[in-house]
């Protein structure tokens, strides 16, 4: 007896055993990633979505876009500088990064370069003592509540330094400055470099890989912005207008930092890409880069359109806020980024997806094996995601209003990628209760459809038509723009 009881508990123990070992082995796996692959700073810096720069310096006080370098710094002089103004109207936008102009192609500096005294140091402000960039940074931190991160842009073109055209001693000169800015003012999640130099500017080679070598070494996490990357590539304009088709990967060696020959290569990057280098697209909220008391900010239909072809097309939107020559950003500014906050908050706060079913082609691992449409509607737009199974001719996916009486009303539609896994979507299309109204290329991390009416309708279908390896979707938004007028 003892004997048999003996022989079913080891029984029992054995299809116990099968069953621990073939339960993981029958969930399914994550489908392999499309390279190249984001980096963990490149992928935080593309949720990022809106970033802002601040021009900032002498031109500030000579209503110049483009300082000599032979400016007095004794024009300097911001009597009533607030860099937590500052901080507080982006926190306000919903800005998550500020990127101060420490250093123009003016050469003024605006920290206390012990390399130089066409700084601060010899200007009344603060009586020499003060530093633009550490009250800059302390600001960030402080009333930053967390959420925002600084960032320093150090020109390369130097119109006042005389080492300037002297290969060996500028390169060293802009090393030392930039140790100063990386080792002083704690942690910087963006710096800003460009090849831009007047045409009567000397001849003059720039140690970029050096440079860049530095930067890595000093502050792992930073990504770094140039014409050519590496982190962050430029949209090739400064209108903030990407291409409508917008590729994250582009292959750097065609790249050089100041070739305009490539402006739009840049723009759409390559879809045979073997790096990882987003764009950013930078444009000013007024007509200039620098405050200028004549000048108003862009309207608010303006800043929307760029968003659209900006953030609306797999990109970053670097919006430039000058501070005026009191030191404060504007009030006319302000009101218009507040306009602008709330604009983006009335469009994208609902989603009217939200309410409908959801029906797809087909999931990876079927019903339960967590890569099914209902991931599209959750808060994840990175790591979860639809999947349809491999071997398919067709994808789509399919949002439908549980009550066809009903409808829903919408003139914007919402789709993005979970980009840690890769780029993918070569080519889609939408159809509204079967009649198409969109073909579209690339998606990327957000790609937003303005239509050109306010369309009613029971039933929304998105295509993938072409696609590298199996199209992945993270999230689908119908929205209602009431600003946009076609």
């Known amino acids: 007896m003892a004997k048999f009881w003996y022989l079913v508990c080891m029984i029992t ?9 073939s339960r993981p082995e029958q969930v399914p796996t994550p489908p392999l ?7 963990f700073s490149q992928l935080k810096w593309q949720q990022r979505e809106l970033i802002m720069f601040l021009h900032f310096g002498v031109n500030t006080f000579t209503d110049s876009e483009l300082g000599t370098g032979k400016e007095n710094p004794s024009i300097f002089n911001p009597v009533g500088l607030d ?3 500052w901080v507080t109207v982006a926190a306000e936008a919903g800005i998550s990064l500020m990127i101060l102009t420490a250093k123009h192609h003016d050469g003024f500096c605006l920290w206390p370069s012990k390399y130089t005294d066409h700084s601060v140091i010899s200007s009344p ?3 020499g003592h003060g530093d633009v960039v550490q009250e800059f940074i302390d600001a960030v931190k402080t009333h930053g509540g967390g959420g925002i991160d600084a960032g320093l842009y150090l020109s390369p073109w130097d119109r006042h330094d005389k080492r300037y055209g002297h290969d060996l001693q500028y390169n060293e000169y802009y090393l030392a400055q930039l140790q100063e800015l990386l080792t002083k003012y704690g942690s910087v999640k963006e710096i800003w470099f460009d090849g831009f130099k007047g045409k009567e500017a000397r001849n003059m080679s720039y140690y970029f890989s050096d440079w860049f070598a530095m930067v890595r070494e000093l502050q792992s996490s930073i990504n770094i912005f140039s014409d050519a990357g590496p982190d962050v590539r430029w949209v090739g304009n400064e209108k903030g207008s990407a291409g409508n088709t917008s590729w994250s990967t582009i292959n750097s060696t065609l790249l050089s930092i100041g070739n305009l020959s490539v402006l739009d290569y840049l723009n759409t990057g390559d879809p045979k890409g073997t790096n990882w280098l ?3 697209c930078d444009v000013s909220i007024r007509e200039g880069w620098f405050w200028h008391k004549s000048q108003s900010p862009k309207m608010l239909s303006q800043l929307l359109d760029i968003y659209y072809k900006s953030v609306g097309r797999n990109c970053v939107m670097l919006l430039n806020v000058p501070p005026n020559s009191t030191g404060l950003i504007s009030e006319s500014d302000i009101h218009r980024l507040k306009e602008f906050r709330t604009a983006i908050d009335t469009i994208f706060s609902t989603n009217l997806a939200e309410k409908c079913t959801v029906k797809v082609s087909s999931r990876r691992g079927g019903k339960g094996g967590g890569f099914g449409p209902e991931n599209v509607l959750d808060n994840d737009h990175v790591w979860t ?4 199974k491999e071997n398919k001719n067709e994808h789509w996916i399919e949002i439908k209003v549980p009550n066809a009486e009903e409808g829903m009303k919408f003139n914007v539609v919402r789709i993005q990628e979970p980009i840690g896994l890769g780029q993918r979507i070569i080519k889609h299309e939408i159809y509204v209760d079967g009649k198409k109204v969109v073909q579209g290329t690339t998606v990327g991390y957000k790609r937003l459809h ?6 009613h309708c029971r039933a929304v279908r998105i ?3 072409e696609s590298k390896g199996l199209p992945l979707i993270s999230s689908i938004g119908l929205h209602l723009d009431p600003y946009w007028k076609p």
């Open 450 to 455: 303005r239509l050109e009416k306010v369309l």
């Open 83 to 85: 860099t937590k103004q």
């Open 463 to 465: 295509i993938v038509k």
């Open 33 to 39: 990633p499309v390279l190249p692959l984001p980096t």
């Open 13 to 21: 123990f054995l299809e116990l055993s099968k069953l621990a070992i």
């Open 125 to 127: 402000w603060r009586n």
């Open 278 to 280: 987003p764009a950013e």
């Open 385 to 388: 995601y639809w999947s349809p």
